[in-house]
């Protein structure tokens, strides 16, 4: 068949004419393994609720709801210079940011660093030594003084996203390693000495005002030009989200005696939902991608839904036909290349989506020049069919998240600040989302979207030097929830 040429549809569920048997049969399968009805994201979206309820009981639950010391949203008056730096997963970033007196505006200068592979999986020292020698040149570069220690100490804001327990705004114990990061000797500790000795160790001119992490800045960045964002959320190479709750209704920080009614910013930490394998629609191939983790057990709904883990499901999914099923897929070749463990990311997936042509042709150069594997039309379809699957199964329960926080805190409308190469990139993954969304609150039909997720500010930058400054504030107002060390803030 030859190509037609670019068009836009979401999904080419009539193209299977000539599939054979043996490969429909295969794709019927995947499509009943992966695909989230509405009566199931409303059963996963209930038991959510429960879980965000449990985490911030003093028994807490698989979700950790980590009351984080920011204590309530900028009013966009903010001011100051700021650093931010940024540990996300796939990048490092060291980033200036001037909050300027117009109401909600903002300068920003920034470098990126690549996390290097062996140091997600090395020892501890090494990351916090590279982690000092990024912001070294960051400041050496931006900063034209011959004596660094002659510069007043800049605010900054770390913004490392990971679960972790905080006692104070710029303290946190690494609970656990998430996206596939498993450097030892942090779990357990602080991170904030470890932090501060390299930096100390550098005389960087330099004073930690918050730990954050990556969903309460954008929590709170996009509070900071739309004050009706109530939520903020990461789709990436991990998932997560934050909202503001009352002190009141966290009884696990009730010991503080905080006034019920002072808001304080929680980190659900929910890429742990459902650890127990009660409600979520897990498949073969979830079970696989858990086990073989550095974590097994933990994050179940991350690693069904973040951009770490979609293309190794797809890979795996493909294998599995190769080698196991009553079907021709791949037959004949050599698919060394793809039994390479996360060989795909999430943008090999996105690629296929995104293909505009009838025949896949796109598709199919994709498969050779990545994985020397020549494909023929049916598997073309196959693959097509797949990715739309996964990338759909990912929007659809992504949703469930979102729903249960609004649910629980009784939101009937607001807006949702997201941030994410998978929220920014990956197709369709904002209109399924919305769809789920719809499916689950029962909006009524021809009803303008009430809750509606958007693209939100730079959380992890701009977010970070908003909270620094938020704690700043409030330390010279008196209010000292979560403040370590008084004369050290201001
Ligand atoms: C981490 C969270 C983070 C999320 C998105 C998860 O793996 O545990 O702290 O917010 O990824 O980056």
Same mark, same amino acid.
């Given at each position: 068949m030859v190509g037609l040429g670019p068009r836009r549809q979401?999904?080419?569920?009539?193209?299977?004419?000539?599939?054979p048997d043996d490969l429909l049969e295969q794709i019927r399968y995947l499509e009943r393994i992966f695909t989230v009805d509405q009566a199931k994201l409303k059963e996963v979206t209930k038991h959510f609720i429960k879980e965000l309820e449990k985490g911030l009981?003093?028994?807490?639950?698989?979700?950790?709801?980590?009351?984080?010391?920011?204590?309530g949203f900028p009013d966009g008056y903010e001011t100051g210079s700021y650093l931010a730096l940024d540990m996300g997963g796939t990048n490092l970033r060291v980033c200036e940011i001037i909050l300027l007196e117009e109401k909600g505006e903002f300068d920003i200068i920034q470098s990126k660093y690549r996390m290097p592979d062996e140091l997600k999986t090395g020892e501890s020292e090494e990351l916090w030594e590279y982690i000092a020698d990024c912001i070294q040149q960051f400041i050496e570069y931006h900063h034209e003084v011959?004596?660094?220690?002659?510069?007043d100490k800049i605010p900054l804001g770390f913004t490392f996203s990971f679960p972790a327990t905080q006692t104070y705004i710029d303290n946190g114990v690494l609970q656990r390693w998430t996206k596939g990061f498993d450097i030892s000797?942090?779990?357990?500790?602080?991170?904030a000495p470890l932090f501060e000795a390299a930096i100390a160790k550098r005389k960087l001119?330099?004073?930690?005002?918050a730990l954050i992490n990556d969903t309460t800045g954008t929590l709170i960045a996009s509070a900071y030009t739309?004050?009706?964002?109530k939520i903020g959320c990461i789709f990436g190479t991990g998932c997560n989200a934050a909202y503001m709750e009352n002190?009141?209704?966290?009884?696990?920080?009730?010991?503080?005696?905080?006034?019920?009614d002072m808001p304080i910013a929680i980190?659900?930490?929910?890429?742990?939902?459902?650890n127990e394998h009660y409600v979520l629609p897990r498949t073969p191939y979830d079970i696989v991608i858990d086990e073989d983790s550095?974590?097994?057990?933990?994050?179940a709904f991350e690693k069904m839904i973040a951009g770490l883990y979609l293309g190794e499901l797809f890979r795996l999914v493909l294998v599995d036909l190769h080698d196991n099923k009553s079907c021709k897929v791949f037959? *004949? !070749?050599?698919?060394s290349k793809l039994r390479?463990?996360?060989?795909?990311?999430s943008s090999f997936l996105s690629m296929i989506e995104e293909d505009p042509f009838e025949n896949l042709s796109e598709t199919g150069d994709l498969f050779r020049r990545e994985l020397g594997i020549t494909t023929n039309k049916p598997e073309l379809e196959l693959c097509r069919r797949l990715a739309e699957l996964i990338g759909t199964r990912a929007a659809r329960l992504s949703a469930c998240g979102v729903a249960a926080i609004c649910t629980k805190k009784n939101i009937k409308s607001c807006h949702v600040g997201a941030d994410g190469s998978v929220f920014n990139k990956y197709p369709h993954f904002k209109a399924r989302g919305a769809v789920a969304l719809r499916e689950i609150l029962?909006?009524?039909? *021809? !009803?303008?979207?009430p809750i509606s997720i958007l693209a939100a500010e730079d959380g992890s930058g701009v977010g970070a030097a908003l909270i620094a400054a938020l704690t700043i504030k409030r330390v010279k107002e008196g209010?000292?929830?979560?403040?370590?060390n008084v004369e050290g803030m201001i």
């Open positions: 979401p999904s080419r569920k009539g193209s299977m004419a000539d599939v009981s003093v028994e807490g639950g698989s979700i950790p709801m980590n009351p984080t010391w920011v204590m011959e004596d660094l220690e002659k510069l000797g942090v779990e357990g500790k602080d991170v001119p330099i004073r930690l005002s739309d004050d009706t964002m002190c009141g209704s966290v009884p696990k920080i009730a010991s503080y005696n905080l006034p019920p980190n659900c930490e929910y890429g742990a939902f459902d550095p974590r097994p057990g933990q994050q037959q *004949g !070749q050599d698919i390479k463990a996360y060989t795909l990311d029962d909006w009524e039909k *021809g !009803q303008k979207d209010n000292l929830a979560g403040i370590r």
